[in-house]
């Protein structure tokens, strides 16, 4: 299936062709913004969407686990697999620029004075030893003082007080060098903080520094997913320019001179995070549509399958530049696509032998945080967890085809790394050229159930064997 031109990614339709589908869970009892709303979206993770009708005394619904699973994804973009990553590689290869318009929908409700976003939104309470509320689903827009370039990523943003938030700026994060030029300068940096956004921008956002590099605009990768424009509306008390059909937009800046604790909170490691220190945000104002959504991310493979799918695509182009043999990888979930992959290759000749070793490398080299990569022959399903196994089990030999290189550079959270140092595990369960006839799996008959009468449980057992 290839992806059409145009790509409907608004947010409601997505919310709507989710509900039609029968993938969004809709939750009419009156549920605690503190601890309940969480422990649903967790006993949904990987599931179902999540629309909480009634949380606390807040008038604002909260939407959360939107594409949370393959099948979510499915339904969203009405398409399969390979033209939701068609989609994908046209936004990586395809940037489009967004177009202003002069005023929004996320602006029909505007509110400048007397700001309090607890009061306002319904920011949730996510864990037990959370440091407090945290707003999870915000993609956070800024500009670079320096180049003028946008970005747009994902970043927790802690409840301080009315107008005041913590916010996260992890290592080598895109929007951490855009702050550091704006200190540099003295200056605050203005952002906007995006809930409830077109899906296409959720993608851009999330995607991995290394494949959006920091002069690539995320607003202009979501536009060329689309396939059309994004339109933008400017913002009221900063100079930014936010997508015009967003529920919910918080506008402020992170300043220059404040830092504070920020944390623990429940990461998506499933273990708490520590407290350390983090700039401040100012909110300068809240708007929003008239009968706005909230939008939560549950730090959990909600937010590692919002990177899959654009991950896979962009590492896929990295990897085949350097070892073109490789055909395709998958991202897996459970390694939060973010640390492990399995990539398929097809050998033609002898002379391609070792290439598939070259690919791990090329994979580590692509991704920082990828610590573990398995290599098999493209027969093996790679999206199928029981035939990957398959193949360690009567392809692999741990003595010959184990490769560890110590101390590389990951992800600062692993638990096991040394200031995000650890040692990186490539596993070659491909079968040697020369070998490959002899391990080509039997064929069977390739049969059609529907050309057959069948039956099973209760009622029509027609053998003796099966009667009384
Ligand atoms: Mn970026």
């Known amino acids: 299936m290839d992806a059409p031109s145009i790509v409907d ?12 589908a029968g993938r969004l869970l809709r939750i009419h009892s009156r ?29 604002i619904p909260v939407c959360a686990n939107l594409v949370a699973s393959p099948a979510n994804v499915q339904a969203v ?71 003028g370039v946008h970005n ?69 990768v979501a536009s060329g997913l689309r396939g059309e424009p994004l339109e933008l509306a400017p913002c009221q008390t900063v100079d930014l320019s936010v997508p015009a059909e967003t529920e919910i937009v918080i506008e402020g800046a992170i300043l220059p001179d404040q830092m504070v ?15 350390g220190p983090s700039p401040v945000v100012e909110v300068r104002a809240v708007t929003h549509r008239r009968d706005p959504v909230y939008y939560d991310a549950l730090a959990g493979v909600h937010g590692a399958m919002l990177r899959k799918y654009i991950d896979e695509e962009s590492a896929l182009k990295a990897i085949r530049r350097a070892v073109p043999i490789v055909q395709d990888v998958n991202l897996t979930p459970a390694g939060q696509c973010r640390f492990h992959m399995v990539l398929a ?8 032998e070792g290439l598939q070793r070259n690919a791990i490398f090329a994979a580590f080299a692509a991704f920082k945080d990828l610590d573990h990569v398995i ?3 493209d027969d093996i399903d790679i999206h199928n967890p029981m035939d990957v196994e398959y193949a360690l089990s009567v392809r692999f030999d741990a003595g010959r085809d184990l490769i560890v290189v110590p101390d590389a550079k990951t992800h600062e959270y ?23 006839e002899a391990y080509r799996r039997v064929p069977f008959l390739e049969v059609d159930m529907g050309r057959y009468e069948t039956s099973r449980g209760p009622g029509d057992p027609r053998h003796p064997a099966l009667k009384g």
């Not at 649903?40 to 807040?58: P, Q, T």
């Not at 604790?261 to 407290?275: H, L, N, R």
């Not at 290759?345 to 002379?351: D, E, G």
């Open 9 to 20: 990614t608004r947010f409601r339709t997505a919310l709507r062709r989710l509900d039609a």
């Open 31 to 59: 549920v605690d913004p503190v601890l309940e709303v969480a422990g649903i979206m967790k006993r949904h993770d990987g599931g179902l969407a999540l629309f909480f009708e009634r949380v606390g005394e807040y008038a």
């Open 77 to 147: 973009f009405q398409m399969d697999h390979w033209a939701v990553r068609d989609c994908m590689r046209r936004a990586l290869e395809h940037p489009l620029k967004p177009v202003v318009v002069p005023k929004g929908a996320c602006q029909e409700v505007v509110i400048t004075a007397g700001v309090d976003v607890e009061r306002t939104l319904p920011v949730l309470l996510h864990a037990a030893k959370d440091g407090g509320k945290f707003i999870t689903g915000g993609i956070v827009l800024a500009r670079d003082p320096e180049s």
């Open 152 to 220: 747009a990523s994902f970043h927790r943003l802690q409840l301080l007080g009315p107008d005041r938030t913590a916010i996260k700026l992890d290592f080598g994060r895109h929007l951490g060098v855009l702050y550091e030029k704006a200190c540099r300068q003295g200056r605050p940096l203005e952002i906007a903080v995006l809930l409830g956004v077109d899906v296409s921008l959720l993608y851009a956002a999330a995607s991995s520094g290394m494949n959006v590099p920091l002069d690539a605009d995320e607003l202009e």
């Open 261 to 275: 604790e920020e944390g623990p909170f429940a990461e998506f490691f499933q273990i708490y995070s520590g407290v």
């Open 345 to 352: 290759v097809r050998k033609r000749s002898p002379a391609d």
């Open 375 to 377: 290599v098999v022959d």
């Open 414 to 436: 692993v638990r096991v790394s040394r200031q995000g140092q650890r040692a990186k595990l490539g596993v070659d369960a491909t079968v040697p050229f020369e070998e490959q």
